[in-house]
T-cell receptor, first 113, second 110 residues
Framework: DTAVSQTPKYLVTQMGNDKSIKCEQN?????MYWYKQDSKKFLKIMFS???????INETVPNRFSPKSPDKAHLNLHINSLELGDSAVYFC????????????FGQGTRLTVV | RKEVEQDPGPFNVPEGATVAFNCTYS??????FFWYRQDCRKEPKLLMS???SGNEDGRFTAQLNRASQYISLLIRDSKLSDSATYLC???????????FGTGTRLQVTL
């Protein structure tokens, strides 16, 4: 069973469109994250949720809106996609908020054309 | 100054070689330290946690020097399968936030 699964794995879309990426974890963790890995391979945190509450919101454009319907799911909706949004987006989860080991999903490769 | 800095490499080493990576972090209040491994077009996976006392897992040894704010990873007897990017990761503060270095690429060759 996949511990952290995100869909879709690949997403190609035109500028200006709105798209969502879904993430689910079956590890029973209470903290979930979205990370962005750009073309230079740098991984940067975007959001973190603990028990459905937003605890980290790095300086991400408000076109990006995370939603956590329950602690096993953290979805990412992106409005008005731009070329610069092209990247690999990783969902992750961990237990607690004290920097415990994080498990990552396989990533969603988003290409905006 | 970046929060976590690593030499991006690549480090090209022959099989059987010993290779060491260093990583420095800027925030002295950082609490937890990890090495993650990322294969090409794959997700990062935890390689090992890093403790002040140093820890070893098979061919891998990690060390933390809080006074100098650096972390090291030593790989002995390198294998072809060790070829990957090694990411230094630090957490700071009470909110869970993994801060990644840019990674060090290792290529082990025959």
């Amino acid at each position: 069973d996949t511990a952290v699964s995100q869909t879709p794995k690949y997403l190609v879309t035109q500028m200006g469109n709105d798209k969502s990426i879904k993430c689910e974890q079956n590890l029973g963790h209470d903290t979930m994250y979205w990370y962005k890995q750009d073309s230079k391979k740098f991984l940067k945190i975007m959001f973190s949720y603990n028990n459905k509450e937003l605890i980290i919101n790095e300086t991400v454009p408000n076109r990006f809106s995370p939603k956590s319907p329950d602690k096993a799911h953290l979805n990412l909706h992106i409005n008005s996609l731009e070329l610069g949004d092209s990247a690999v987006y990783f969902c992750a989860s961990s237990q607690g908020v004290e920097g415990q080991r994080a498990f990552f999903g396989q990533g969603t490769r988003l290409t905006v054309v | 100054r970046k929060e976590v800095e690593q030499d991006p490499g690549p480090f090209n080493v022959p099989e059987g070689a010993t290779v060491a990576f260093n990583c420095t972090y800027s925030n002295s209040a950082s609490q937890s330290f990890f090495w993650y491994r990322q294969d090409c077009r794959k997700e990062p996976k935890l390689l090992m946690s890093v403790y002040s006392s140093g820890n070893e897992d098979g061919r891998f040894t990690a060390q933390l020097n809080r006074a100098s704010q650096y972390i090291s990873l030593l790989i002995r007897d390198s294998k072809l399968s060790d070829s990957a990017t090694y990411l230094c990761v630090v957490t700071t503060g009470t909110a869970s936030k993994l801060t990644f270095g840019t990674g060090t690429r290792l290529q082990v060759t025959l």
